[in-house]
Antibody, heavy 123, light 107 residues
C-alpha cells in the first residue's frame, strides 16, 4: 500500500534553513511527482512546488522567491524539501503529497498525502 | 495567480442532510479542479479530481460537477464523520492554488 512518511517536527531560528524528508513506498515512482504543500495555522493550504521523480525536473511557486529546493533521492525513495532564510511567517505544517504524471512536465493533483511536519520558526 | 473562491465559508447542517459547496476560479481552469476534506490536525484527504471523478476509495455520497470557472461539491446523507473543512484546488496552471475553505458544522 502507498505510504508517505515524513520526518519529525523542527524548531528553527529566523534566517536558518530547514530540510524536511518524505520517504515513499508502495507505488511506481517513474510516473509520479511529489508535491510539497504547506499550511499555516488557520489558513488554506499553499502549494510550494513539485519534483517529477522519474525525471528529476522541478516546478516551484514563485511566491517563495527562490527559497525552496525540492530533491529526490532515487536510492532512498525519499523526497526532500529545503526552505531557506526562514522567517516567523514560515511557521506551518509542511506536507508532501504524491501525484500522477503523464509526462516529464505534466503532473496532476495530489492524490495521497503524508502526515505532515510542523516547522516552527522562533527566536 | 488564479484566485479560488469558495462559498459559503461556513455551513451548518444536520446528520442526514444534503449540502452543496461552490468554488469559483478567477480564470477558466479546464476542469483541473480537485476537492479535499480536512479534519482538524489531519492531512487533507483527496475526494474528487478532474472536477467530477471520485478518488479511489471515496464513497459515492460525494459528487463533483462544473466546468470552466464554476464548480460544486455535493455531499449527500451527511454523517458525523463528514463534518470537516473542505477545500477546492486548481491544478490547471502554476502556482496551484486552493480555495479558502468551507467549514461544515453540525447544526
Amino acid at each position: 500500500q502507498v505510504q508517505l512518511v515524513q520526518s519529525g517536527a523542527e524548531v528553527k531560528k529566523p534566517g536558518a534553513s530547514v530540510k524536511v524528508s518524505c520517504k515513499a513506498s508502495g507505488y511506481t515512482f517513474s510516473t509520479s511527482a511529489m508535491h510539497w504543500v504547506r499550511q499555516r495555522p488557520g489558513q488554506r493550504p499553499e502549494w510550494m512546488g513539485w519534483i517529477n521523480a522519474g525525471h528529476s525536473n522541478t516546478k516551484y511557486s514563485e511566491n517563495f522567491q527562490g527559497r525552496v529546493t525540492i530533491t529526490w533521492d532515487t536510492a532512498a525513495s525519499t523526497a526532500y524539501m529545503e526552505l531557506s532564510s526562514l522567517r516567523s511567517e514560515d511557521t506551518a505544517v509542511y506536507y508532501c503529497a504524491k501525484a500522477y504524471c503523464s509526462s516529464s512536465t505534466t503532473c496532476y493533483e495530489p492524490n495521497f498525502w503524508g502526515q505532515g511536519t510542523l516547522v516552527t520558526v522562533s527566536s | 495567480d488564479i484566485q479560488m473562491t469558495q462559498s459559503p465559508s461556513s455551513l451548518s447542517a444536520s446528520v442526514g442532510d444534503r449540502v452543496t459547496i461552490t468554488c469559483r476560479a478567477s480564470q477558466v481552469i479546464n476542469n483541473y479542479l480537485a476537492w479535499f476534506q480536512q479534519q482538524p490536525g489531519k492531512a487533507p484527504r483527496p475526494l474528487i479530481y478532474a472536477a467530477s471523478s471520485l478518488q479511489s476509495g471515496v464513497p459515492s455520497k460525494f459528487s463533483g460537477s462544473g466546468s470552466g470557472t464554476d464548480f460544486t461539491l455535493t455531499i449527500s446523507s451527511l454523517q458525523p464523520e463528514d463534518f470537516a473543512t473542505y477545500y477546492c484546488q486548481q491544478y490547471n496552471s502554476y502556482p496551484m492554488t486552493f480555495g479558502q475553505g468551507t467549514r461544515l458544522e453540525i447544526k
